[in-house]
């Protein structure tokens, strides 16, 4: 069971972006890297094109990825990161909480 999923809060711990928070709109598991929402910002020049999407061009901001050992996943009870670990329940299904809180997160 992977202990990140979309649309998870998660906090940056490390790096330029230490002590952000946002949600991960993307996740790419071959490079164990995440999208994290208004983090990690690059401007990008998009050429102006006949469709619809793009008919003048400009510059635009978009998320780059964060590698995931830079991120933690955020505690809805207290709003702070912490660790998390998978327990079994008794109907078999597996359930990620929070180590420090007992907080258990749906799948």
Known sequence: ????????IVEVIS???KGSQG??????????????EKVALVKKHLK???S???????????ESSVHISNLM?????NKKPGKI???ILKDNTKVRFFKKTGTELKA
């Open 52 to 62: 619809k999407q793009n008919p003048t061009g400009g510059i635009i901001e978009k």
């Open 15 to 17: 790096g330029n972006h």
């Open 73 to 77: 996943l955020v505690d809805p009870s």
């Open 23 to 36: 949600k991960i709109l993307k996740f790419n598991p071959d490079k164990s890297r995440a999208y994290v």
């Open 1 to 8: 069971m992977q202990r990140l999923k979309v649309k998870d």
């Open 48 to 50: 102006a094109s006949r």
């Open 85 to 87: 670990g998978v327990k």
